[in-house]
């Protein structure tokens, strides 16, 4: 039931946003209905779609799975905060050039997901990078081209690092 | 892959891979979803705990505000109608009255001030309900003891469509083999990724309802809402903004957004509902719950001269609006023999009601258990003749076109024997069989199987008229406009939710109008913005849509050279379109699309009367419908300790007529071969005896991650068919439709030494299992 509210701030995408919520409120809510940021999406919120997939410090997490006061003192990423200004990251880039998305509901969850896997692992292989992407769940593409749209990103990322 | 700016060789953008005008916002977290809407109220909805039951009391917490049936005075029961096949209208209170027949049934509708109160204070109301005898299963439900989940569906039977032609009985009679094969389908749920999710803000100012909601179906949602709540349709603005994903199950009604139009116009509050996943799981829609006995008869040269069916779908507790529960019986009636040429048909299709979620069409409606049902008829009809099951389907596969069939449907242009060629060749089954041979040899078992089939695809008013629909959608409007900028807005009626209609529509009127599809806005999902129109579903917007489409612009374009005509002192005839400038043909005398659209608007009168002011034109298509054909082949190792299915490849040959933009249409074709998958291997609703649902999380109803879904390659066939304007057939549906038969054959042929016959999907480890167990013991 209803509990004392508690402030928190919480910060997203180098923005800090200070919030007055239950304890009992899930990160993805908080994102979403307190923050206005809405880009990051709810599929299920038992932690098996991954819809809500948040990078949290160097860690992407469910963030239907914890709560926002867990959040608090962390640096927070969502899907707004890929692009540097006007500039995409490659990533979504990639996913548009590969059509990795269709209707688009899980895409900031695979965006999140992926990227986070391409920075914390840059030699990432294509198997390893077929085993993270079976984290989440996506009804359209039949995952055929995200998994295309992350193997050509991390190989675009190791030839630029390369030279 | 290339971008709009880069045009390469080719004059045309039909054909190009374009990237989609869609993706820039949606990947950048800017999509606009029906949950990210702010509201002062939200809704949480008391369900039903039993299947079938008296309400006796309902007791909400003290202050709540409780809504029930008994409150929304004057609106109507959702009524289906049909008017054929011995159809049984049967009515759906938006919430329930006196009696539940469904796990999951909304009840009562609690409204608070967020969505964690009204859900703390929706587990506060006490419903009493009286349990009485729930049936659960289709074949339970005919038997004469069965309860009446409706007193006047007699036998629990809703609808039944008979066909016979004369001839059938005496084909049956005189062929030399008559082979029998009974499937069965268990029941899944289309799980869109986004739940169903609705936002209703009542404008005080107007007196009208604007309603935001993730549908498929805008303007029929505004007729049929305004209908039952006895308002104005005027009153109501219904917007589809993103949708994420629909697969049908976002196409028909759904009670809790007449309740929402009603709490919004009564609180004069903005209301929100999202619902989450387990209300999806056991409350929205499901599908596909079917039994199919049937028996071919084939000559001895193994050709089929005669087939009967008979079908029964279990369409759970209430019929769906606009299609009605019949949409999966009837198809399968009208639709069993696919892309076989037999003229002897009978068939017996039941929809059968049960204390169960209400069924409603999912991608592909009947046709992926239909094409379960006659793909394992094709192989098992292979084994008793001795013949390769590629040879089998060679004999019957439809060969001449026009071919109409024992239905009446039309097959157009096609050539279904290549498709089968070109999968055939691409997968190299020769080569397989050697392979296979060898793993048996080690004691791996390998399978290959094939579907072919062909779907019906685009249709418009005939088709869905011939079901006796009183709701007959068909048809589609675009209005085209071009404002005096000279940018041109099309305006549809169809309802894309990631079908990449924004791109493909623009790439169609591009081409015909001498512009680039970048310079082309699509306007949809928005009744105060766009004509009429019946949405997105049946693989029928880019046909229908697209059609439409092309004759707005055609108008369009004609203007454009009356009016250019005028203005640079030549014939009509004589101005091309092209590069955003009319020219005079053969000439270099041009006039750009601004300078025109300009003209049209501010300075009519250098037309001297000529033309109307203004450039806006409108064009209705409603074809007959147009089938796409193709041959899916899965090749499979299953573990015969484990019962496990590993897929090693799939492989679609298609013909979809022209492509407007490949990539997307094998996006399509991605996301319905994985759809089907599941269908064949994974996903299942299951009940308990007493009608409670066992499968309401994600980690109980299992749909398949990127390990599961193995590479697919896609070849592509383009016969040109003039029963589609644009020469595109439909494919929306196809990879699921032949994903399941080609998954079932391949794993049937992997387990053939065994002598099993698996006719069950989702084919899990435990029924594989127990498949080779009762094989093993006769």
Redesign the interface.
């Known amino acids: 039931m209803v509990t004392e509210k508690v402030e928190i701030t919480l910060n997203i995408n180098g923005q800090d946003y200070a919030v007055r919520v239950e304890p009992r409120r899930t990160l993805v809510d908080v994102i979403r209905d307190d923050c206005g940021q809405t880009g990051t999406h709810i599929g299920c919120e038992h932690g098996i779609c991954g819809a809500c997939t948040v990078i949290l410090d160097n860690e992407a997490v469910r963030a239907c799975l914890m709560f926002a006061v867990q959040a608090q003192g962390k640096r927070i990423r969502t899907v707004e905060g890929l692009a540097e200004g006007e500039q995409l990251h490659p990533l979504q880039t990639s996913f548009m050039a590969h059509h990795a998305l269709q209707c688009g509901f899980c895409t900031p969850g695979f965006l999140m997901l992926a990227v986070n896997a391409l920075e914390t692992n840059p030699d990432i292989t294509d198997e390893e990078i077929l085993d993270v992407l079976s984290s989440n769940l996506c009804r359209c593409t039949g995952y055929q081209n995200i998994v295309k749209a992350v193997r050509s990103t991390a190989h675009e990322l190791r030839r630029a690092r390369a030279s | 892959?290339t971008d709009p700016a880069d045009r390469g060789t080719s004059p045309l953008w039909v054909g190009r891979?374009i990237?989609?005008f869609?993706?820039?916002a949606?990947?950048?977290?800017?999509?606009?979803?029906s949950?990210?809407l702010?509201a002062q109220s939200f809704v949480r909805f008391v369900r039903s705990s039993v299947a079938s039951g008296r309400i006796k009391r309902i007791g909400g917490p003290g202050g709540a505000t409780l809504l029930t049936c008994a409150d929304l005075v004057g609106v109507k029961p959702i009524r289906p109608m049909l008017h054929k096949f011995d159809y049984v209208p049967i009515s759906q209170p938006v919430l329930a009255h006196e009696v539940v027949r469904f796990v999951g049934e909304p009840i009562a509708a609690l409204v608070a001030t967020s969505a964690?109160?009204a859900e703390?204070l929706a587990d506060l109301v006490e419903v009493e309900i009286e349990d009485t005898r729930a049936v659960v299963r289709a074949p339970d439900a005919i038997l004469p003891n069965a309860p009446h989940v409706h007193a006047q569906a007699k036998g629990n039977v809703v609808v039944e469509g008979r066909v016979q032609t004369p001839g059938c009985d005496a084909a049956m009679a005189r062929a030399d083999r008559r082979i029998a094969v009974a499937i069965r389908s268990r029941r899944q749920n289309a799980?869109?990724?986004?739940?169903r999710a609705a936002h209703a803000i009542f404008e005080r100012a107007s007196g009208r309802v604007t309603l935001t909601c993730a549908t498929q179906m805008p303007h029929v949602m505004r007729t049929i809402i305004a209908e039952l709540i006895g308002m104005r349709e005027a009153d109501l603005r219904v917007i589809a903004p993103?949708?994420?994903?629909g697969?049908g199950q976002k196409m028909s009604l759904c009670p809790e957004l007449v309740v929402l139009v009603w709490i919004a116009r009564k609180l004069g509050r903005s209301v929100a509902w999202?619902e989450?996943?387990r209300e999806n799981l056991v409350a929205s829609f499901h599908s596909r719950d079917q039994h199919i006995s049937l028996i071919g008869a084939f000559n001895a040269d193994g050709r089929m001269i005669a087939l009967s069916a008979d079908v029964l779908a279990n369409v759970g507790a209430y019929s769906c609006y606009p299609t009605t529960c019949a949409v999966e019986p009837l198809m399968a009636m009208a639709e069993m023999p696919g892309p076989y040429d037999v003229r002897e048909y009978a068939c017996v299709a039941r929809g059968i009601l049960t204390h169960t979620c209400p069924m409603a069409p999912y991608r592909g409606v009947s046709r992926p258990v239909i094409t379960f049902a006659i793909e394992r008829l094709m192989d098992k009809a292979a084994a008793a003749f001795a013949l390769d099951p590629i040879d089998m389907r060679r004999r019957n596969l439809v060969k001449a076109f026009p071919y109409k069939t024992a239905t009446g449907l039309v097959l157009d242009a096609a050539n279904y024997a290549e498709t089968m060629d070109v999968a055939v060749e691409a997968i190299d089954v020769a080569a397989f069989r050697v392979r296979q041979k060898a793993a048996r040899a080690q004691g791996r078992h390998l399978g290959l199987g094939l579907a072919t089939f062909s779907e019906r695809t685009g249709y418009g008013t005939p088709a869905f008229a011939a079901r006796g629909m009183e709701v007959i959608p068909g048809w589609e409007t675009v209005e085209m406009t071009m404002d005096p900028s000279g940018s041109i807005e099309a305006r549809i009626g169809a309802s894309p939710?990631?079908?990449?209609l924004r791109t493909t529509l623009a790439q169609i009127i591009a081409d015909e109008l001498g512009t680039s599809p970048d310079s082309i806005k699509i306007v949809h999902g928005d009744t105060d913005r766009t004509p009429y129109g019946w949405g997105t579903f049946a693989s029928r917007s880019l046909v229908i849509a697209g059609g439409a489409s092309l004759l707005a612009a055609r108008k369009v374009g004609a203007k454009l050279k009356s009016m250019a005509g005028i203005l640079l002192e030549a014939s009509p005839q004589d101005i091309v379109l092209e590069g955003d400038n009319a020219r005079v043909v053969g000439t270099d005398r041009t006039i750009p699309f601004e300078v025109l659209a300009r003209a049209a608007y501010h300075q009519v009168a250098r037309f001297n009367g000529e033309v109307t002011p203004g450039i806006c034109e409108s064009a209705t298509y409603d074809p007959a419908g147009t089938f796409s054909n193709a041959c899916h082949v899965a090749i499979v190792e299953v573990d015969i300790e484990t019962g496990r299915v590993r897929l090693e490849k799939f492989l679609v040959s298609e013909d979809a007529g022209r492509l407007i933009n490949p990539?997307?249409a094998?996006?399509q074709i991605?996301?319905?071969?994985?759809?089907g998958i599941a269908n064949a291997l994974l996903e299942e609703i299951v009940y308990d005896e007493t009608g409670n649902m066992l499968t309401a999380?994600?980690?109980d109803y299992l749909?398949p991650?990127?390990?599961?879904?193995p590479?697919?390659e896609i070849r592509h066939l383009e016969t040109l068919s003039d029963a589609s304007l644009t020469q595109a057939k439909g494919l929306g549906e196809g990879?699921a439709i032949g994903a399941p038969a080609a998954v079932i054959n391949a794993i049937n042929d992997a387990l053939s030494p065994f002598r099993v016959s698996l006719d069950e999907i989702p084919a899990t480890p435990r029924r594989i299992r127990e498949a080779l167990r009762s094989a093993l013991q006769s």
């Open positions: 892959m891979s990237r989609r869609e993706d820039p949606l990947v950048a977290g800017l999509g606009r979803f949950g990210d702010p964690a109160e703390d799980l869109p990724l986004e739940p993103d949708v994420g994903g697969f999202v989450d996943r939710h990631g079908q990449g990539m997307i094998e996006g991605h996301g319905g071969v994985a759809q999380t994600l980690a749909p991650t990127a390990r599961e879904i590479p697919m990879g």
